[in-house]
């Protein structure tokens, strides 16, 4: 199981980079124009750590890449991706890792993103498509059982939330400035968490 | 993008380098860390004031980095927070057992990056460490609805005045209370003519056209709240000075400092003639200039425009304002 975390922040790292540029664009629209380089930079720092490392457990591979990502990105990413990633990892230690496991350390990761950002549902944030998307693995584990699918759900659930970003008004960040001018722009943090979870479906399962 | 510049990814480090190289009497710089310290830091008995905040702004914060102003500062990406690793070196470095003052502007990543510094430091070290947010800009009318007011100008008014406190000796509590006085009595509004291009984006952040102007404008090359056809000095002095007036409100009998600042790109010609206007707009509300502040000190890369921000004074706040600073942004007294 270590490999495939291991391949998923891989598989983010090189889909962060290719969508560097499309992020950027994104947060120039609403925001100051570093969302790109930062994802891309952090998660760059999070693969050269695996180039050295080797870990004996998920979650201390998880807690080095969020401490990894609040040490390189700075900005609001660094801390909120960051801090899901810490508390990812804190909360899988000693556990076996199941789907309802790492459920409950997806749910763990962004209870920290929401303690560190104060974000709620509909402020136009990374939350935005962070909920909905426990809520669709949940389902699906409940459902049947199977983390492939749990993780598909998830990633199909936090595209349609990053989707309906778009007609929000920004409550939170940057683009929180331009009050109604932040509509008709999709969140940029909001993109950033569907890579994530579309990359988790391809290489956790 | 037209810049002078060898490789985007390298802007920071090698302007911090060639700080370091031209200010080798007053600074010294942590590369590595990318800090910013005053050379005699730490100074025994004195509270240690750091800031710090994304590159782009300066001379703010490292060119206030000296007698008089700041122990430390630690610059991130360009428009980008610096990490807390940064911050928390910059504390355990400057603490001289006095404690420590974080000057943070309202930035969600600044103030989530310092918050994280301020915990880390004080359950490794047992460093006192106190923060002032600052949170100045009228534009941000609504702040129950955002991320509240962004620190702009009054941050540089802020690190002079509070520097001078610091420098006297006084304790860590009564130098943030002071910072917190200056904070919640200045209030500034800020406009654009130009977008800005951030290096590793490699174009301009928004476009303006010719006949148009970005009112409420941040220091990040954001938008801002209105856009507007382009208009005479003298009606834009009134659109940043009037919301500033009502805001606190400034009333007549009021004394201030005045500062028209640069955001990069527009020339001191047009500075001066902008604070010409604000000037004649402060004499009619009856409100006197203590003392004014023009020039380039809090920018956003080479965006033109400007922002006026006020700082309601008294006898105290004069004396510090006058007190000896030897930074390479600002100098005077020693």
Known sequence: ?205 | MKKLINDPADVVSEALAGMAAAHPDRLRVDHENRIVYRKEAPRPGKVGLISGGGSGHEPLHGGFVGLGMLDAACAGEVFTSPVPDQMMAATKAVDAGAGVLHIVKNYTGDVMNFEMAAELAAADAGTEVLSVVTNDDVAVQDSLYTAGRRGVGVTVLLEKIVGAAAEEGRSLQEVADLAQRVNDNGRSMGMALTSCTVPAAGKPTFDLAENEMELGIGIHGEPGRQRLPLAPAREVASLLVDPVLSDLPYTQGDSVIAFVNGLGGTPLLELYLMYNEVAQLLDRAGITVARSLVGNYITSLEMAGCSVTLLKVDDELVRLWDAPVNTPGLRWGA
């Open chain 1, 1 to 205: 199981m270590i490999d495939k975390f291991t391949d998923w922040l891989r598989d983010s790292a090189k889909v962060l980079h290719e969508n560097a540029a499309y992020l950027t664009e994104l947060d120039s629209a609403i925001g100051d124009a570093d969302h790109g380089a930062n994802m891309d930079r952090g998660f760059a720092a999070v693969v050269a750590v695996l180039d050295e490392t080797s870990f004996d457990s998920v979650d201390e591979l998880l807690k080095k890449a969020g401490m990894t990502l609040v040490s390189k990105v700075g900005g609001a990413s660094g801390p909120l991706y960051g801090t899901f990633f810490l508390r990812f990892g804190t909360a899988l230690a000693g556990l076996s890792l199941t789907p309802e496991s790492i459920g409950t350390g997806l749910r763990a990761g962004v209870d920290g993103v929401l303690a560190r950002g104060k974000a709620e549902l509909g402020d136009k944030t990374m939350y935005d498509a962070w909920a909905p998307a426990l809520d669709a693995y949940d389902a699906a584990v409940a459902g049947s059982g199977d983390l492939g699918a749990a993780l598909k759900a998830a990633a199909e659930a936090s595209a349609k939330g990053r989707d309906a970003t778009v007609p929000l008004e920004a409550r939170k960040g940057r683009a929180s400035y331009l009050g109604e001018r932040s509509v008709g722009h999709q969140d940029p943090g909001a993109t950033s968490t569907t890579l994530l979870l579309e990359s988790a479906a391809r290489t956790l399962a």
